[in-house]
């Protein structure tokens, strides 16, 4: 079993944090761009889709941050593994 | 350690030339960066008498030195030039994603000068800075624009501030829309814009901005993340936002409800405060970097309004709108503010240009026949087609469109009825509701009649008690609040009589003001869970720790009174005078219709007392109000 993080994206606001604090612990800067995990936001529609990329490194700090709950840490059996599942 | 500084694109649209400008370690530690250098450059670089909507106005658009951070609510930008509204310093500060992609474009502001020949915009993609053609645009409402943009640059992600219809129409409130749905909404920016023939900027960066001392700052992240979600106020404002307020005010009978003329609108409670919140709204929006998501996405599922979906239910169209011209629904108050943000509008100068009509209509002083319709109290058809007008200087509109002070003086016997302070149309809270330093603040603020520049950190709505009227205010929070909150012991206890639980408000109006200014220059958001748990000492380990640049809560401080100084060096340089800060007659010479057990009315010696005491405690001179040259050579402004 591995801990990977199971996204429910609709209470998600919109506020970055998950990708911003990504970016800074892996990268030791601020940005959106080199995160391994991302808000795609439809701002004129009030939409926002979080997405988590293979690359995610599971140190979960984006669960730790998101102020709406949108992310959760869940054990799955390894071959299904893929870094993170947008649930 | 390499020193620390900002980069920002200066642009001159007369010649269409785009330079680089370094904004150098000294210079932010004097001036901290966003408000701060938007208030220094514009000081130096706009001549006394030059024309608001001429070539010689400067706009500057200035990120805080935090955002694009991680720091909960560090997003905000001010813009500032001189004013075509008040002729004062024009400044206004917005959130969402604009400034944080400057930033990781590799810039923390920009400055526009000079006139365009033709419509343009200017788009800015990391270091590829282009201005061009914006033909196509001009016409465009702010929503239309964004879209047009971003596909005319293959960029869904590119941020966007623009101006609509009301901008390019040189409407003195004008605004510069923020995306789609935020604004730098006050003191007419967006006509600024318009008079520059600049549609819009366009900004996108993919890079990043590391902190000089990592580990420090990060742990200090950490630090105001919990000080924030521990905020009394923290989880209210979640949940309601600024719609938080709506119940408050109501009950002080502190809402502008007819242009002034009551303090508690019939229904106000059941079909425009916080209760209906839940019944048009079941999530919140965030700008960047935000953990509180203060506005609402509305949906609107039946009735006129059908379909409407937009951000909304922030408490300045609901109290302007709602209250100021009696609007007594929530779908109809969001179709307004929708024509607002698309036509670009400052929502508050806007309501209150068009209370201020319909109380002209109401007396009789506008008729119909001028009008080209009827204008009653709560229908929301006519204020449409009053906004459309002002947005596009139509009939009565092109009037109306030089705010309420400029109107006046061209409809007889209107003036008593234009609520403005500097010129600049006063928002939501009435004085004779509710004396605190936030009202007060319409009195003393840099821009005019407007409560966002000395929120007060300490701020309890839950209590109205003066006892000792116009001097203090109600401090009702427990020993342990008094203890932590983040201020100076000696000042500490200068404002706060602990004993009396009394907040001194003169002292705090200094102090609050300094503060905020202090937060319009480092980019965090000044909502009370944010203000409250977030001060002096701990933005100066973050602002040392981000910049390498040596802060102390003092130098910090020192900072925020020098920004204030030279904003009000700029006023008095453009010929302000004491007298000017003043309320309008209206609220020393009758009580509120509907408050019939008080009758408050204001006493005009009391205030002007209160003014005396603030000038003080300013260190500025009693009788002109200009600052002493000893607060001068204390600032280092006396160059």
Known sequence: ?87 | MDKYFVRFIDVDLSNQKINILTIEESTLKDYLGGAGISARIIYDEVSLGADPLGEENVLCFSAGIFTGTGLATACRVEASAKSPLTGLIGTSNSGNYWGAELVYAGYHGVIIRGKSKEPCYLSIFNDDIRIISAEALWGLDSWDTMTFIRKELCDSDVQIASIGQAGENLVKYASIQNGPYDAWGRTGLGAVMGSKNLKAIAVRGTGSIHPKNEKAFLKEVELSFKAIKSSPFYDAFKEYGTMLATIPYYNFGALPGRNFQIGKPEGWMENRSRKVVKQYSRRGVACISCPIACAHWVEVKEGKYKGLSLKDMEVTPVIGFGAGCDIDNIPAISKITEICQRYGLDMVSAASSIAFAMELYQRGLLKVEFIGFSLEWGDDDAVIKLLIQIATRKGIGDILAEGVREASKKIPESEYYAMHVKGLEIPMIDPRGRWSTWSFGNLTNIRGGDHLRNRNPVENLRFNENRKPYETEAFEFDQGMYDSFDMPEDIKESIFDKDRKQVDIPRMSKWSEDLISVYNSVGLCIRPPVLQAIGPSAIARLYSSFTGIDMTAESIMKAGERIWNLQKLFNLREGEKPEDSMYPDRFFDEAQADDLEYQRKLDIVKVKEILRLYLKARGWHEDSGIPSIDKLNELGLSK
């Open chain 1, 1 to 87: 079993m591995k801990k990977v993080i199971k996204v429910n994206t609709e209470p998600c606001i919109g506020c970055s944090l998950c990708s911003l604090t990504c970016s800074v612990t892996w990268n030791h800067a601020y940005g959106l761009n080199d995160s391994h995990i991302t808000v795609n936001r439809n701002d004129l529609a009030g939409l926002f889709v979080v997405e988590i990329f293979d690359t995610c490194k599971r140190c979960f700090k984006c669960v730790e941050i998101c102020p709406s709950s949108c992310l959760e840490v869940v054990e799955i059996q390894e071959n299904l593994d893929k870094g993170g599942h947008n649930g």
